[in-house]
């Protein structure tokens, strides 16, 4: 059975070039992944007319009382009753009819589907008495003209989907996604359901494999699966993670002029990311030694409505990005080892547009284990491993701007000496970090401006003789 060492918060260096290497790398690996990486529709909620001119929409009840949003003059508000399917990957959007707000639908018009989406038509097209659109994802700009949003409470995980991401940004698992059973801004209660959502994805791309499943909760997500980086080659690391994340409130803070965010702010409290991480490297009789691809930024994502504020969907977003980096000075070398960590704490950031983030971390604790597992490396290797957690909030689905995120990183580094000249001693280092950023969305491309760390800890442990 692998031993699981306690974490040891040190600031002091060993003794030996290859120890003191691997200290230096984890930033960098922590710093590479922040710059890197169906339902029956509900028809309860009240809606005010639809037209195109400016219009306020006033929420008076809820968790987003007190808000009032203006919308553009090109913004069409449509019941989500009245949408059929969307398909193209979320490029098409085909509607039961084309009377009463749809019969105003044209070329650049913005159509607000209660609770759901927000879209920029890109063509239009009658059928059978059906309403065939084109469809680009909108833009905070495009749907709200001016006012301030205001939410603080809990996702409900009671409606939470996966989402897949697409080429366009758009998946079809989100129509319909968010429904309102009640006033606007109210939610069914999360105690309501005795099993909640859950999810799972495989796939791959030329590089990694993954098979991962969301699973909600009350006031959280589970999360289990593995990734593999270059599986079918003699150079591979397969990872295994089990993490539950919780929180108590998720709070947003908006305050929007001329379609732009002017100030803002996104908060969790009672955040414990508790995770458990291992991985298994082996190498063959392949003559690279290394290997350190891009970050890999998992293409599925776990989403909750956070609340329906007239119309407007806030949700609240889960995804998941991982880093590797292989240092392997010899052939048929093999290395195992994890760690698991638990970080807690209550923070939150703000910023505006591409001016940067600011922030703060409350309470902030570390506590765990490094997990140790058989190596066998005839030369010294060195390996890293970092996996990043981001918890985000905003308007409108994928694509849409205005994104906040709070991240917990989990770096772990292993570095193991050469069998072959007697140095049999495994040692490990820890960087654990959260940090927190603003997003926004420019032609569909999205921009983020340096994150702000918020906490981080550093742990060691060498195992004997080291």
């Known amino acids: 059975?692998?031993?699981?060492?306690?974490?040891?918060?040190?600031?002091?260096?060993?003794?030996?070039?290859?120890?003191?290497?691997?200290?230096?790398?984890?930033?960098?690996?922590?710093?590479?992944?922040?710059?890197?990486?169906?339902?029956?529709?509900?028809?309860a909620a009240v809606w005010p007319p639809s037209n195109t001119a400016a219009q306020t929409v006033s929420i008076n009840s809820g968790n987003a009382a007190g808000t009032d949003l203006t919308l553009t003059s090109k913004t069409i508000e449509v019941p989500s009753s009245l949408l059929k399917s969307v398909t193209g990957g979320g490029t098409t959007y085909t509607f039961s009819s084309a009377s009463g707000p749809l019969a105003k639908v044209a070329v650049g018009k913005v159509i607000l589907i209660e609770g759901q989406d927000a879209i920029v038509v890109?063509?239009?097209?009658?059928?059978?008495?059906?309403?065939?659109?084109?469809?680009?994802?909108?833009?905070?700009?495009?749907?709200?003209?001016?006012?301030?949003?205001?939410?603080?409470?809990p996702p409900d995980m009671a409606q939470a989907v996966g989402?897949?991401?697409t080429s366009s940004g758009l998946a079809p698992a989100l129509a319909p996604m968010l429904r309102s059973t009640g006033?606007?801004?109210?939610?069914?209660?999360?105690?309501?359901?005795?099993?909640f959502p859950s999810y799972s994805y495989s796939g791959k791309t030329s590089t990694f494999s993954y098979s991962l499943t969301f699973a909600g909760a009350p006031n959280g997500i589970h999360v289990t699966g593995t990734i593999c980086y270059a599986c079918a080659s003699l150079l591979n690391i397969n990872a295994k993670l089990d993490g539950t994340f919780t929180w108590a409130n998720q709070d947003l803070d908006m305050d929007l002029a001329g379609g732009k965010v002017k100030s803002g702010s996104f908060g969790i409290s009672?955040?414990?990311?508790?995770?458990?991480?291992?991985?298994?490297?082996?190498?063959?009789?392949?003559?690279?030694?290394?290997?350190?691809?891009?970050?890999?930024?998992?293409?599925?994502?776990?989403?909750?409505?956070?609340?329906?504020?007239?119309?407007?969907?806030?949700?609240?977003?889960?995804?998941?990005?991982?880093?590797?980096?292989?240092?392997?000075g010899a052939k048929n070398s093999s290395i195992q080892g994890g760690a698991h960590v638990t970080i807690t704490g209550s923070g939150s950031v703000s910023g505006t547009g591409l001016g940067g983030a600011s922030g703060s971390w409350t309470g902030g604790h570390v506590k765990g284990n490094f997990i140790t597992g058989s190596a066998l490396t005839p030369a010294s290797a060195g390996i890293v491993v970092a996996l990043q957690a981001k918890f985000g909030v905003g308007m409108g689905v994928k694509n849409?701007?205005?994104?906040?995120?709070?991240?917990?990183?989990?770096?772990?580094?292993?570095?193991?000496?050469?069998?072959?000249?007697?140095?049999?001693?495994?040692?490990?280092?820890?960087?654990?970090?959260?940090?927190?950023?603003?997003?926004?969305?420019?032609?569909?491309?999205?921009?983020?401006?340096p994150a702000t760390t918020l906490f981080e800890k550093k742990a060691s442990y060498a195992q004997p003789p080291c």
């Not at 414990?272 to 691809?293: E, I």
């Open 1 to 43: 059975m692998p031993s699981r060492p306690r974490l040891h918060m040190a600031s002091s260096h060993r003794a030996g070039r290859w120890y003191r290497s691997r200290l230096v790398a984890l930033p960098m690996i922590v710093a590479a992944l922040v710059t890197g990486a169906g339902a029956s529709p509900s028809a």
């Open 122 to 153: 890109t063509s239009v097209k009658h059928a059978g008495g059906q309403l065939v659109v084109g469809a680009a994802p909108a833009s905070i700009g495009d749907v709200i003209e001016s006012g301030q949003l205001k939410v603080t409470g």
């Open 163 to 165: 989402v897949t991401d």
């Open 183 to 195: 006033a606007a801004g109210a939610r069914r209660p999360n105690d309501t359901l005795a099993v």
């Open 270 to 328: 009672g955040m414990s990311s508790d995770l458990d991480l291992t991985y298994t490297v082996l190498r063959g009789a392949s003559p690279g030694v290394g290997a350190k691809p891009p970050v890999f930024k998992l293409p599925v994502s776990f989403e909750a409505p956070l609340c329906i504020c007239g119309g407007i969907p806030v949700y609240s977003k889960f995804e998941l990005a991982i880093l590797v980096t292989l240092g392997i």
């Open 400 to 449: 849409v701007n205005a994104l906040y995120y709070i991240s917990p990183i989990f770096s772990i580094g292993e570095t193991t000496g050469s069998a072959v000249a007697g140095l049999a001693c495994v040692a490990f280092d820890g960087a654990f970090s959260v940090t927190g950023n603003f997003e926004v969305q420019l032609l569909g491309f999205k921009v983020s401006t």
